[in-house]
């Protein structure tokens, strides 16, 4: 399979060049050549398989061609160590766990496959170590740092906004040591993730650096995080909802919901998707106007959507053929406040005991008030609500628990270099 920018101005890459890489050589991101649809018969019977096994016929659409499938099938296997349950909220709305990973939040799924591609890479070519510069929000940082953890010939570098990424998350990934240095930025995630972009573009650093991406603007990294919503549509075919079935995503950088996107294009019976913003509405208001107008984030308490320029609208733009309308046609969107995302976190505790993070509030709020009549709504739970427990327990005015998967973290010390928001420093500092 072969990868084109969408740019337009760089050569197609293999894929092996395309996650090796991160980003082309004209600052587009990779798309593969080729959407393969699947089968009718694996729809037909979708939910009579496993997670794993759906994943890796998802996986070999899209690698199949250039991984042996004994190897394709390794990988899936050892990234899906865990399960993603479907959990009925409502008689209409469900919610799709994404949080029982080792981190507990959805990208351990892209993260962890990724870290093993990319090392299956690395001892076949017999490549000198590569960098991985990571932006993160949130919730990325913890599980690149986690999936890659202990890699060998891979060093990860994740930039994080200063003051600006709950606790628990900083914990996650300040506390590893070992091939993981965290780099703590002077600004925004919009800066951390503007020092990555320029550094893959310095010409002197790619001279005597390997570098490359774990952020959804890598191909490894976004691509897989496809497999969820088979699952979530096998889950609901089997529970006999599977008909007119509507995704809401909580979106930031958008790889989450392309994902999901190139899964409709593979046929997956998906109605539509919803893409639930905070107060950083940038896609919002592009499906109203039509115009893309990126602005500087804003801090809100669904922090890891905070991006105010996300990267992977340039591949929505891509699969769409630029088409406002037909993007129109599959994507609809919504946009809240900190204070409509803790009311509804709040109703759904008091009403449903079912326990709400801010970011899957969006994505319940959203389907709450977008859902028409016959259709059945399927919300991202995208990370443990316990990553944000201060928010979340000030909100309910309940404590919650801490899974020991997190308490593990937080008995670490934290351990992180200051940086910058100036990519001189951060060159400097990677050079040195």
Same mark, same amino acid.
């Given at each position: 399979?072969?990868?084109?920018?969408?740019?337009?101005?760089?050569?197609?890459?293999?894929?092996?060049?395309?996650?090796?890489?991160?980003?082309?050589?004209?600052?587009?991101?990779?798309?593969?050549?080729?959407?393969?649809?699947?089968?009718?018969?694996?729809?037909?019977?979708?939910?009579?398989?496993?997670?794993?096994?759906?994943?890796?016929?998802?996986?070999?659409?899209?690698?199949?061609?250039?991984?042996?499938?004994?190897?394709?099938?390794?990988?899936?296997?050892?990234?899906?160590?865990?399960?993603?349950?479907?959990?009925?909220?409502?008689?209409?709305?469900?919610?799709?766990?994404?949080?029982?990973?080792?981190?507990?939040?959805?990208?351990?799924?892209?993260?962890?496959?990724?870290?093993?591609?990319?090392?299956?890479?690395?001892?076949?070519?017999?490549?000198?170590?590569?960098?991985?510069?990571?932006?993160?929000?949130?919730?990325?940082?913890?599980?690149?740092?986690?999936?890659?953890?202990?890699?060998?010939?891979?060093?990860?570098?994740?930039?994080?906004?200063?003051?600006?990424?709950?606790?628990?998350?900083?914990?996650?990934?300040?506390?590893?040591?070992?091939?993981?240095?965290?780099?703590?930025?002077?600004?925004?995630?919009?800066?951390?993730?503007?020092?990555?972009?320029?550094?893959?573009?310095?010409?002197?650093?790619?001279?005597?650096?390997?570098?490359?991406?774990?952020?959804?603007?890598?191909?490894?990294?976004?691509?897989?995080?496809?497999?969820?919503? =088979?699952?979530?549509?096998?889950?609901?075919?089997?529970?006999?909802?599977?008909?007119?079935?509507?995704?809401?995503?909580?979106?930031?950088?958008?790889?989450?919901?392309?994902?999901?996107?190139?899964?409709?294009?593979?046929?997956?019976?998906?109605?539509? =998707?919803?893409?639930?913003?905070?107060?950083?509405?940038?896609?919002?208001?592009?499906?109203?106007?039509?115009?893309?107008?990126?602005?500087?984030?804003?801090?809100?308490?669904?922090?890891?959507?905070?991006?105010?320029?996300?990267?992977?609208?340039?591949?929505?733009?891509?699969?769409?053929?630029?088409?406002?309308?037909?993007?129109?046609?599959?994507?609809?969107?919504?946009?809240?406040?900190?204070?409509?995302?803790?009311?509804?976190?709040?109703?759904?505790?008091?009403?449903?005991?079912?326990?709400?993070?801010?970011?899957?509030?969006?994505?319940?709020?959203?389907?709450?008030?977008?859902?028409?009549?016959?259709?059945?709504?399927?919300?991202?739970?995208?990370?443990?609500?316990?990553?944000?427990?201060?928010?979340?327990?000030?909100?309910?005015?309940?404590?919650?628990?801490?899974?020991?998967?997190?308490?593990?973290?937080?008995?670490?010390?934290?351990?992180?270099?200051?940086?910058?928001?100036?990519?001189?420093?951060?060159?400097?500092?990677?050079?040195?």
């Amino acid at each position: 399979m072969k990868y084109y920018s969408t740019n337009l101005k760089a050569t197609d890459a293999t894929l092996e060049e395309a996650v090796v890489k991160g980003l082309a050589s004209d600052r587009g991101l990779f798309m593969p050549r080729e959407i393969k649809p699947l089968s009718q018969e694996f729809y037909e019977h979708i939910e009579e398989l496993s997670f794993q096994e759906i994943a890796y016929r998802v996986a070999d659409a899209f690698f199949g061609e250039d991984i042996p499938a004994d190897t394709l099938k390794q990988i899936v296997y050892d990234t899906l160590s865990f399960d993603v349950p479907l959990v009925k909220v409502t008689d209409n709305i469900y919610s799709l766990e994404l949080f029982h990973g080792p981190t507990l939040a959805f990208k351990d799924v892209g993260a962890r496959f990724m870290a093993r591609l990319l090392g299956y890479f690395i001892r076949k070519e017999g490549k000198k170590e590569v960098n991985v510069l990571v932006a993160t929000s949130g919730d990325t940082g913890s599980a690149v740092a986690n999936g890659f953890l202990g890699v060998e010939g891979i060093h990860v570098y994740v930039l994080y906004p200063k003051g600006k990424v709950s606790e628990i998350q900083e914990k996650q990934f300040t506390t590893l040591g070992r091939n993981i240095t965290a780099l703590e930025v002077d600004g925004t995630f919009d800066d951390c993730q503007a020092l990555v972009k320029t550094a893959f573009m310095d010409r002197e650093l790619n001279e005597h650096l390997q570098l490359t991406s774990a952020n959804s603007i890598n191909v490894a990294r976004f691509l897989p995080q496809a497999f969820y919503y =088979f699952y979530a549509y096998a889950q609901l075919k089997k529970a006999g909802r599977g008909a007119n079935a509507v995704v809401c995503v909580p979106s930031g950088n958008f790889g989450n919901i392309t994902a999901g996107l190139f899964g409709k294009r593979m046929g997956l019976p998906v109605s539509r =998707f919803i893409a639930a913003n905070n107060r950083n509405d940038i896609f919002y208001q592009y499906l109203q106007t039509g115009v893309y107008s990126p602005r500087p984030s804003i801090a809100t308490i669904a922090n890891a959507m905070d991006v105010g320029d996300p990267s992977n609208f340039a591949r929505v733009l891509d699969l769409y053929q630029n088409s406002h309308e037909v993007i129109c046609t599959d994507i609809s969107g919504a946009t809240y406040t900190d204070e409509q995302i803790a009311d509804t976190m709040r109703q759904v505790w008091q009403e449903h005991r079912y326990l709400l993070d801010p970011h899957g509030a969006c994505g319940y709020r959203a389907l709450a008030e977008g859902l028409r009549p016959g259709e059945t709504g399927i919300f991202l739970e995208t990370a443990h609500p316990a990553k944000f427990k201060d928010t979340v327990e000030k909100i309910i005015g309940e404590s919650i628990s801490i899974p020991a998967k997190l308490q593990a973290f937080m008995s670490g010390e934290k351990q992180s270099q200051p940086m910058s928001r100036e990519f001189a420093d951060f060159k400097k500092y990677l050079l040195g």
